[in-house]
C-alpha cells in the first residue's frame, strides 16, 4: 500500500506546553482514516500541521510525498481542505462558488467549465446552479463544500468535522460522497464527534493529552477494548484526559 501521509515522532510545542507529542502513523492511498479525540487533545494542531500551515517542532512528516518543513506550498497545492465551519461564500451562486475555487485551485478556464458541470450533475444541483449559496439548505452546502475541495482533484482531502449540525439522512449521504472520493483514490482523512461515522473509516485513531493512545480498524479497536461500539471505545480512553481544551 502506497503512503501519503507518513509522520515520525511529529511533535508541536507551544512554549512549555505540548501539544502533539511524538505522533507516528501512515494513512495510505484511498484510506477513510478517522482521526478523533475530545476537545483540548491535539486534533487541530496535528491537521495543521499535515496541512503545512503550521510547521512542527520537530520530529519529520510526509504528506502527498512533500517535506512538512520545506514543501508547504507543494503540499497545500496537493490536498483538498473543507473546515468544520461552512467556507463557501453565500454571496456567490452556487456555479459561481466552483468556479471560484476552481480557479483559486490554478485550474484552466477548459477545466473549470467541465468540472462546474460534473459537479453540478454529481451532486443533482444543475437547477440550484443560479441560486445563491445562502438560499441553500445547510445539508447541500456541506456536500457543495466538499464537492469543491475535491474540484482540483488533490490525492488527500482533510475533512473537520464535516457534518456538524446536519440531519442523519444528509450525514448518510455525505458518507456516500465520501465513499466515492476513496473509491477513485483520493485518501479521506476525517474529525468527527459521531461515535457511528468512525464505524464507516477503515482505520481509526484516538488522541489523548496530545497522544495517539489507539490506532486500528474499528473492528479490532472494539475487540481489543472488549465494546460493542467506538462510542464505548472513544469513552475507555477520553474519560481519562487530564487537559482542559486548549
Given at each position: 500500500?502506497?503512503?501519503?501521509?507518513?509522520?515520525?515522532?511529529?511533535?508541536?510545542?507551544?512554549?512549555?506546553?505540548?501539544?502533539?507529542?511524538?505522533?507516528?502513523?501512515?494513512?495510505?492511498?484511498?484510506?477513510?482514516?478517522?482521526?478523533?479525540?475530545?476537545?483540548?487533545?491535539?486534533?487541530?494542531?496535528?491537521?495543521?500541521?499535515?496541512?503545512?500551515?503550521?510547521?512542527?517542532?520537530?520530529?519529520?512528516?510526509?504528506?502527498?510525498?512533500?517535506?512538512?518543513?520545506?514543501?508547504?506550498?507543494?503540499?497545500?497545492?496537493?490536498?483538498?481542505?473543507?473546515?468544520?465551519?461552512?467556507?463557501?461564500?453565500?454571496?456567490?451562486?452556487?456555479?459561481?462558488?466552483?468556479?471560484?475555487?476552481?480557479?483559486?485551485?490554478?485550474?484552466?478556464?477548459?477545466?473549470?467549465?467541465?468540472?462546474?458541470?460534473?459537479?453540478?450533475?454529481?451532486?443533482?444541483?444543475?437547477?440550484?446552479?443560479?441560486?445563491?449559496?445562502?438560499?441553500?439548505?445547510?445539508?447541500?452546502?456541506?456536500?457543495?463544500?466538499?464537492?469543491?475541495?475535491?474540484?482540483?482533484?488533490?490525492?488527500?482531502?482533510?475533512?473537520?468535522?464535516?457534518?456538524?449540525?446536519?440531519?442523519?439522512?444528509?450525514?448518510?449521504?455525505?458518507?456516500?460522497?465520501?465513499?466515492?472520493?476513496?473509491?477513485?483514490?483520493?485518501?479521506?482523512?476525517?474529525?468527527?464527534?459521531?461515535?457511528?461515522?468512525?464505524?464507516?473509516?477503515?482505520?481509526?485513531?484516538?488522541?489523548?493529552?496530545?497522544?495517539?493512545?489507539?490506532?486500528d480498524s474499528p473492528r479490532n479497536l472494539k475487540r481489543q477494548f472488549e465494546?460493542?461500539?467506538?462510542?464505548?471505545?472513544?469513552y475507555k480512553l477520553a474519560r481519562n484526559a487530564k487537559r482542559a481544551e486548549q
Open positions: 500500500m502506497e503512503a501519503v501521509i507518513s509522520t515520525n515522532k511529529l511533535t508541536k510545542r507551544f512554549g512549555q506546553f505540548i501539544a502533539a507529542n511524538e505522533l507516528t502513523f501512515d494513512v495510505y492511498k484511498g484510506e477513510i482514516f478517522g482521526f478523533l479525540g475530545a476537545n483540548g487533545a491535539g486534533k487541530t494542531t496535528a491537521m495543521r500541521m499535515l496541512c503545512g500551515l503550521s510547521i512542527p517542532s520537530s520530529g519529520a512528516a510526509t504528506i502527498a510525498g512533500f517535506d512538512v518543513y520545506k514543501q508547504t506550498e507543494q503540499i497545500k497545492k496537493n490536498i483538498g481542505y473543507m473546515s468544520q465551519k461552512f467556507s463557501l461564500y453565500e454571496d456567490l451562486t452556487v456555479a459561481e462558488n466552483i468556479r471560484f475555487y476552481a480557479g483559486i485551485y490554478g485550474l484552466k478556464i477548459p477545466e473549470i467549465k467541465a468540472k462546474t458541470i460534473e459537479l453540478l450533475e454529481r451532486l443533482g444541483m444543475m437547477n440550484e446552479a443560479k441560486k445563491l449559496v445562502r438560499e441553500l439548505p445547510l445539508g447541500w452546502k456541506q456536500k457543495l463544500a466538499f464537492s469543491v475541495s475535491l474540484v482540483h482533484s488533490p490525492k488527500i482531502v482533510f475533512l473537520d468535522e464535516p457534518t456538524g449540525g446536519v440531519d442523519p439522512v444528509t450525514r448518510r449521504q455525505f458518507w456516500d460522497l465520501i465513499y466515492y472520493a476513496a473509491d477513485s483514490g483520493v485518501t479521506v482523512f476525517v474529525t468527527t464527534h459521531y461515535m457511528d461515522e468512525a464505524e464507516y473509516c477503515n482505520r481509526v485513531s484516538i488522541m489523548v493529552d496530545g497522544v495517539i493512545e489507539a490506532l465494546v460493542d461500539s467506538m462510542e464505548d471505545v472513544f
